[in-house]
């Protein structure tokens, strides 16, 4: 089946080749034949337009199953050691390695220490001496952070722009200390699907040149960023795909090989080295075959190499990290339920005291503050449920019947662990007090009132976030904690009592923190503004004859 696809995109190349010389004259206009066909060939434009068709590459059964059926078992994970290996076999002088992160739990997706693990170059310093590159083994390696599937942040371009400062800021919190001192010019925040900001990321991948590698963890959209980025097309010196074709027939009718053995000419024992992590350069195409994009995780089961610009740069998708196995607590026949395709328009659910609220049968979070309202804006792809702890807790475990729907899996209420205690401890007073703060009503400061309103968003790994807020009165926010003993005489410290909610998952486990970013705000429907430009309505003439008859009358 190779060789017969081999043999075929040959054919098809020195057909379309043949064809286009028939369709020409001796100076490469177009004859009256090809304009009778309606080719549009004329002087100034001596190539048809349309370009031959290259049969596609044959499928083997586990891409066959992903691409018809959805279906197909995962591969094993690379280490990240068998990355930075397989990056230094890179045959370009000049690399760039884009970092893809999933917007729906950004930052969960990074991948902490890349840089000093693959011996990259050192993030530059807010210092203005500071170097802009460096060489390494005589190459150079610069890394750039893309967050991908921005559209499930917000509804429109223009609100996801104005979350680019909030997503520098959280990016720094999840770098730690060397996040405090470093410039993070290099962040961008693309969407594959929208078409949001990839057309300056590949103007800036074919500026580049050289090797670009796609670095990420499973299911943050690498193949589907590197189909939409990738410079289909284009060569240097201006050359058309035509062109670029016909050199590649050329190369190929130098070799003096009878065509029953051109697949075995192209598939060299000399060529391939079995030692080496990377695969074989591909020949150029104009507009190659893309990596198939499948929810599944471990789709890209090996390196992906394209060549664009006529021998000007590569662009390699790398298979993705593992990002935690969540799924294995999960059903079957729902695990495609655990990505987010398409944004999530929340409701507001209240936990009172005595409640807690479950997240697809799997996660529960529970406050602990005994009289603190919160309320929670769930933005994950499964549903989520309200009820008391006791049941909650007996639901969770799969210890009590319920007529909740749930997604986890039989047998794993022994796994379920505490994740930790979460606190409310970011500031988002001036964002929902309303009126009270807003320049255009009261104007009031944050400091004159008397209640606060703290807020998180508690990451779902792979899966998207809640969003958790809670107004608390001023003063019991700032407990003094008085000595016990004396030896802590003297040292009186102050602390800040933030809300806190506990959260248990399997193995205790697939969830983060990070502060909060307002989605509820970002996908609520705009306030129509009261037109008050118009004067006073007219006054209504409902029986006003009526009333006149009866005036005269009594006259």
Known sequence: MVKEYLQKRKHAITVGKAERNALTDDNGHGTAESKRLGLG???????????????????????????HHSSGTPIHHPSLESIRDTIWESPWKYNHIYHVLDAADFPLSLIPQLQKILDLTPPRSQNRRSKSARYYRGRQYEMSFIITRSDLLAPRKEQVDTLMPYLVQTLRDALGRMGEHIRLGNVRCVSALRGWWTKELKEDIWRRGGGGWMVGK???????????????????????????????????DQDSAPEEESSSTIMNDDLLDVNSLLPPQQ???????MPLVSSLPGTTASPIRLLYGNGKGELVDLPGLSRGHLEEYIREEQRDELVMRSRVKPTQQVIKPGQSLLLGGLIRITPLSEDAIIMAYSFLPFDSHLTSTEKAIGI??????????????????DKIRNAGVFQLKWDVTRQRAGPLTSSSAVGLKVDRLPFRVMATDILIEGCGWVELVCQVRKREMERVVTPQSEEDLGALESRVGFPEVEIFSPEGKFVGQ??????????????????????????????????????????
């Open 41 to 67: 060939i004329s002087p100034s434009n001596p190539e048809p337009s349309k370009v031959e068709i290259v049969p596609s590459p044959p499928l083997c059964d586990r891409c066959h199953k992903l691409l």
């Open 218 to 252: 499973v299911n943050v959209g690498k193949s589907n960023l590197f189909e939409c980025v990738f410079p289909k097309g284009r060569s240097l010196g201006g050359n058309s795909p035509e062109e670029l074709m016909d050199l590649r027939t050329e190369e190929n």
């Open 283 to 289: 020949p150029e195409t104009p507009y190659p075959v």
């Open 396 to 413: 969770q475990l799969q210890q009590r019947q319920a007529g909740v729907e749930t997604i986890a899996a039989e047998g794993i209420g």
């Open 514 to 555: 990070r502060r909060c970013m307002n989605g509820w705000f970002l996908n609520m429907k705009p306030k129509v503004a009261v037109d008050r430009s118009k004067g006073r309505p007219r006054r209504s003439m409902k029986g006003a004859k009526k009333g006149l008859k009866m005036i005269k009358r009594a006259e």
